[in-house]
């Protein structure tokens, strides 16, 4: 068992940050001590934050994870694998554009994007 400073140190996550999981029962420590309120986590509790790190890193947001953590299905993951290829495109578009500009600025077909 750990105690919340040591999951903290071995997890990276801050103390704030586990109290708020505990605290939306996205994350529950395994067992909380009754004279002083100290949290306890295991190591299901350690491969649980892992997965909820991995999601957060695919950009599920924590409502997200909390809904499918025990369930997280492939079709979920296929839903976010497409929002995130949308936004990609996007973002090559604006690059694009970006670069459009740049090269009409360098072949001077506009003068500036300043006022004067």
Not at 13 to 42: E, G, Q
Not at 50 to 58: A, P
Not at 78 to 89: C, G, Q, V
Not at 91 to 108: H, M, P
């Amino acid at each position: 068992m750990y105690r919340i400073g040591d999951f903290s140190k071995l997890t990276g996550a801050s103390v704030k940050t586990l109290r708020y999981y505990d605290s939306i029962d996205l994350l529950k420590p395994s067992s909380i001590d009754n004279y002083t309120n100290y949290r306890y986590y295991s190591d299901d509790e350690l491969a649980l934050f892992k997965r909820i790190e991995l999601l957060k890193k695919f950009g599920f947001t924590l409502e997200e994870i909390k809904a499918n953590l025990n369930n997280i299905s492939i079709e979920s993951l296929e839903n976010k694998k497409k929002e995130l290829l949308f936004k990609i495109d996007y973002i090559n578009a604006q690059i694009d554009g970006i670069e459009s500009l740049k090269n009409d600025l360098n072949n001077n077909k506009i003068k500036s994007l300043r006022k004067n």
